[in-house]
């Protein structure tokens, strides 16, 4: 939908000193110039038809941005492991989102070669010298255990326990990555997985551009390797293993389910429940996050897709 505040006013006031002029004239005129900057976005479903607040804080995003940004931004979803739908090259983002179940290989999966080879053709075109506008990818959570596995570099595999809540999350370095721009070190974030990436093979890492962003908590009393949390594939492909897109609203609507709650307050005690609603109380946790990750990494691919804006 394109957003023309206050245009049919603006053509008012250009239309009382130029007559000739046509008002609809001036107004088509206005919504083209408004429109010259703008964002093409496909959405890829990892969700299986399952319930979930993912979805929705993803639309909510693009929304606010596009409201904020005063551009105009197309978006198209996918279902990738229902309908094994997945985009072609005529979009400039793409946002792989999270989802359920196993991501370790599965021959029943028959969805998973074309993912992988929807991959493979961004990395062609974005090789291309040619294409000035490389195609910007944002991993998250399911589909990030997914590129780990498809580049190689980190092993996935299944955690001792779910990890469930609002965490902690470390930089490698204190400012990584201009999708990371204002978050502290450490910063927080929703994390939800029964599997991880882990023991990165950092040459490997480097071999194909990229980098290590964020692992989690150290835990020194405890035995196991940390997991990766954010990786920088590329230059034109980033992922995390948390859901930057989260927010306060629908977290607080699945911790207060009664399912949800006796799980936690089962393994964790009545003491985790409660401060789990606290966190989503702070400003600068779960809504800080929410506001600036995804946010920055929309903001930078509108800087690639349209190189006449300024930076």
């Not at 010259?36 to 606010?64: P, T, V």
């Not at 290989?105 to 000035?132: C, G, M, R, S």
Request: proline share 5%.
């Amino acid at each position: 939908m394109v957003r023309s505040i206050g245009l049919v006013h603006l053509a008012d006031l250009v239309a009382s000193t130029y007559q000739p002029i046509s008002k609809l004239f001036i107004v088509l005129s206005l919504i083209d110039l408004q429109m010259k900057h703008h964002l093409n976005i496909a959405i890829l479903d990892l969700y299986e038809g399952s319930e979930n607040q993912g979805m929705r804080c993803l639309y909510q995003i693009i929304d606010e941005f596009s409201k904020n940004q005063k551009i105009h931004i197309k978006t198209d979803v996918f279902d990738v492991r229902l309908k094994s739908e997945l985009p072609g090259l005529e979009y400039d983002v793409y946002i792989s989102s999270g989802g359920p179940g196993n991501p370790l290989p599965n021959k029943l999966h028959q969805w998973e070669p074309l993912y992988f080879k929807w991959i493979q053709n961004i990395l062609d075109y974005n090789n291309q010298v040619d294409n000035k506008n490389k195609k910007q990818v944002f991993f998250i959570c399911h589909s990030f255990q997914l590129a780990c596995r498809f580049f190689n570099i980190a092993t996935v595999k299944k955690r001792k326990s779910t990890s469930f809540g609002v965490f902690p999350v470390h930089f490698v370095d204190n400012n990584p990555d201009l999708v990371f721009n204002d978050l502290p070190n450490p910063f927080f974030a929703v994390d939800n997985r029964n599997y991880q990436a882990i023991e990165p093979n950092i040459d490997a890492i480097h071999k194909i551009g990229g980098t290590v962003l964020a692992i989690e908590k150290e835990r020194p009393h405890v035995n196991l390797e940390r997991a990766l949390m954010a990786i920088r594939f590329n230059q034109n492909m980033i992922g995390t293993q948390f859901h930057p897109e989260a927010d306060v609203m629908g977290m607080s609507a699945y911790l207060q389910k009664p399912e949800t709650k006796e799980m936690i307050v089962s393994n964790h005690g009545i003491e985790k429940w409660e401060s789990m609603i606290a966190h989503l109380k702070d400003e600068d946790k779960i809504s800080y996050t929410y506001k600036t990750i995804l946010p920055n990494f929309l903001h930078n691919s509108l800087l690639v897709s349209n190189p006449q804006l300024p930076k």
